[in-house]
């Protein structure tokens, strides 16, 4: 087909129509414009001997063609793009950092009130730590385990040892110790025996490892700088925790502990240790009448490798339990037992080192 079939009518011979053929002739771009229409293939029903006798390729490019947009005006669609990567995810804390901080500058301001006040002032603070820390440890117990404790005889032996630690020296802390222990054992008596000796086992271990535990802080207190000996096993263990979360959480690679406490690395316990090494170096040269800094050291490291044990030991507590905290008391940290986790078992390695480098008085 050549273009000037679509200009003007043909003479003698044209096959159209008397109207056709009486129409006057318009221009040829008339005739184009009215097929906007690309027109279809013209396929015989049945195909002659040419047809079948058509290549393979043929076949093909003609359905190609027939496959092709059928209106000069519909667009052909645009390839599926590949869809790109999502961003690498920032680390995060995974606690609200702003709601700790208030906290952990409120609980700051009430320790110093008390502890440069009126030091039984901070004897009081102690003994409402050790009541509910009790108080989550038994409940958790008994929500999660079954286990009943008895909460009444642990919390008034807690808040009398911690009295007796201060009043009476470490005879009275153990006196009341063992005081509770055996309050323990006849206030479960008023119960069923189905599962006596698991709650009383429960029992004496919370008697140990909160009230006593936290007697070695009166234990301190006692001392003629007593405030001061206070404050810097409260800065070691809190220096020796942020430089654990610090360095791990910008360097950690390697797990400490992957069973016990997948968050933890080897390289936040490196850190745990400088920072604490370095903090106990400036509190025993500055704070502690008598101190040097070679102790300082060595009392940094060993707070160090205290807290850390003792953050493990409430990890290994919680993940028996089945818990992430013990408690939500306070926004941002958990529970008080999430924050007495390092201080506990901190508590007596302070006061025994204290005490042989610079005494008890």
């Not at 279809?40 to 490019?61: H, I, K, L, T, Y």
């Not at 003994?127 to 005889?153: C, D, H, N």
């Not at 924050?339 to 008085?361: K, M």
Request: hydrophobic letters at 50%; a negative charge; aromatic letters at 8%.
């Amino acid at each position: 087909m050549n273009d000037s079939s679509w200009g003007a009518p043909q003479g003698a011979g044209y096959w159209g129509t008397p109207e056709m053929r009486a129409a006057p002739a318009g221009p040829a771009h008339d005739v184009h414009g009215a097929q906007q229409t690309r027109p279809m293939p013209n396929v015989p029903d049945v195909p002659d001997a040419g047809r079948d006798a058509q290549s393979r390729e043929d076949r093909d490019r003609d359905a190609a063609h027939v496959s092709g947009p059928l209106f000069r005006d519909e667009k052909p669609q645009e390839p599926m793009s590949t869809p790109l990567p999502p961003p690498p995810q920032k680390k995060h804390a995974g606690r609200d950092l702003r709601a700790a901080i208030g906290v952990a500058v409120g609980l700051g301001a009430v320790i110093g009130v008390s502890l440069f006040i009126v030091k039984a002032a901070f004897i009081g603070v102690i003994v409402a730590a050790v009541v509910v820390g009790l108080w989550e440890l038994t409940s958790r117990l008994q929500e999660r385990k079954g286990i009943e404790a008895p909460l009444v005889p642990l919390a008034v032996g807690g808040a009398a040892m911690v009295v007796a630690g201060y009043a009476r020296g470490p005879e009275g802390a153990w006196i009341a110790m063992a005081l509770t222990a055996l309050a323990v054992l006849v206030w479960r008596m008023t119960e069923p025996p189905d599962g006596y000796l698991k709650d009383v086992t429960a029992g004496v271990f919370a008697a140990f490892y909160v009230p006593f535990l936290a007697t070695f802080v009166a234990l301190m207190l006692t001392a003629d700088d007593g405030s001061w000996r206070v404050l810097t096993f409260l800065i070691l263990t809190v220096v020796s925790d942020t430089g654990a979360y610090a360095v791990g959480w910008r360097f950690g690679t390697h797990k400490l502990a992957p069973r016990i406490s997948p968050g933890k690395t080897r390289e936040g316990l490196f850190g745990a240790v400088a920072f604490a090494m370095v903090a106990g170096a400036l509190c025993m040269e500055f704070l502690i009448d008598g101190g040097a800094w070679w102790q300082g050291l060595l009392l940094g490291l060993a707070v160090a490798a205290s807290a850390t044990l003792g953050d493990l030991g409430e990890s290994m507590i919680k993940r028996d339990l089945g818990i992430k905290d013990m408690g939500t008391l306070l926004p941002g940290h958990g529970g008080i037992m999430d924050r007495l986790d390092s201080l506990l078992p901190t508590a007596p390695v302070v006061w025994l080192l204290l005490v042989l480098f610079v005494g008890s008085g």
